[in-house]
């Protein structure tokens, strides 16, 4: 099975940036349905944005316009680009399979934390 690495993560002011990236072992990335879901304390963990194996792309509404995710299918990675950060974004972020109904993800990693505050 496919593991997953997450890093980037830190402190920013709002308005700041920070570019998550998230690493992953085996030879199947290329054909892998990619997300970044997010999770604060006492919160649900939510999806963020998804990106296909054939690089289409899907945001949660509160972060349109502000992140970005891609997919460097060379390197095993999957890339979060998150502009104009705001303290609602603060959240453990995690990458993973895309998610169905009918195939939740099960399994998790340690994540990155992201805080923004001034």
């Known amino acids: 099975q496919v593991q997953l690495v997450e890093s980037g993560g830190g402190l920013v002011q709002p308005g700041g940036s920070l570019r998550l990236s998230c690493v992953a072992s085996?030879?199947?990335?290329?054909?892998?349905?990619m997300a970044w879901y997010r999770q604060a304390p006492g919160k649900q963990r939510e999806l963020v944005a998804s990106i296909t194996s054939g690089v289409s792309t899907d945001y949660a509404d509160s972060v349109k316009g502000r992140f970005t995710i891609s997919r460097d299918n060379a390197k095993n990675t999957v890339y979060l680009q998150m502009n104009s950060l705001k303290p609602e974004d603060t959240a453990v972020y995690y990458c993973n399979l895309l998610g169905s109904v009918s195939s939740p993800r099960l399994y998790w990693g340690q994540g990155t934390q992201v805080t923004v505050s001034s």
């Open positions: 085996g030879s199947i990335f290329r054909i892998l349905n």
